[in-house]
């Protein structure tokens, strides 16, 4: 069984983040590519028979205007963290059609039922939310590049947020990564990094490994997860936030 992660990009022209690991926990892949087609031929391979992918990105869009009911129970509880999840509706142009995330996950045959029983899903997951709970974060990781953020915290965030993800091999859902070539070119990658935009190619990929670790943990732990919301209007699969986390 192989579980997916996509770090989708909000914009066609911009490179979307995709991995998978297999059912040990063990990393299989993890690059960037650029459109839908690339993105259905790097994982089509592993999802011909039971799989779980993840996506940063919503799949289920319904309301008009405003945030999704998932958004808002998901932000009661993580906005403290500053991992609070951005609105999605219909009114803006990237869901008029319909969500990006969803045809893809169609287009691969997955289920987009969170709580569906079938062996073939695809969830939405959100990796702010995710290494809050996994790391036990006070605040979010500030790796994404924002007005104010100098290279070298960027750089330095996104070194923690790689530590972290290197450190779930010692869990009891363990996560493999350190001795693949894809995650050593990444860390090379980071660590030799003179500019933002350096930074910005490996950031998309290190995102969709938590968002295949997410599957992973979902599919291994589903009573240690939370489900923000439904399939009818739109939800949010995460680990769950400890109860002595306070932020």
């Not at 040990?24 to 087609?37: F, K, N, T």
């Not at 104010?148 to 993800?165: C, F, I, N, T, Y």
């Not at 779930?168 to 500019?195: F, G, K, M, S």
């Not at 290190?206 to 295949?212: E, I, K, P, S, T």
Request: glycine letters at 8%; aromatic letters at 6%.
């Amino acid at each position: 069984m192989y579980f997916g992660g996509v770090d989708l990009a909000w914009g066609l022209r911009n490179p979307t983040g995709v991995a998978v690991v297999d059912s040990d926990g063990r990393l299989v892949s993890a690059g960037a590519v650029r459109d839908d087609d690339e993105i259905l031929a790097a994982l089509r391979p592993y999802v011909h028979g039971d799989c779980v992918v993840g996506f940063d990105a919503p799949l289920v869009v319904n309301n008009p205007t405003g945030q999704r009911p998932a958004e808002t129970a998901l932000n009661r509880d993580f906005r403290r963290f500053e991992a609070g999840a951005h609105p999605a509706n219909t009114g803006k142009p990237e869901f008029a059609n319909g969500p990006r995330g969803a045809r893809l996950a169609v287009a691969l045959g997955l289920d987009l039922d969170p709580r569906s029983a079938t062996p073939r899903r695809a969830l939405e997951v959100y990796p702010h939310a995710a290494t809050v709970a996994l790391f036990r974060l006070e605040r979010t990781l500030k790796y994404k590049a924002k007005p104010g953020r100098s290279q070298a915290r960027l750089k330095s965030e996104l070194l923690l947020l790689m530590d972290g993800v290197e450190r779930l091999v010692d869990t009891d859902v363990p996560l493999r990564v350190a001795d693949h070539p894809d995650w050593i070119r990444l860390r090379n990658q980071v660590t030799a990094a003179q500019r933002k935009s350096d930074l910005r190619r490996a950031e998309d990929p290190v995102d969709a490994v938590v968002c295949a670790y997410v599957a992973l943990y979902a599919q291994r732990c589903p009573g240690r997860i939370t489900i923000y919301g439904d399939s009818a209007n739109g939800y949010i699969v995460t680990p769950s936030l400890p109860a002595d986390l306070t932020g």
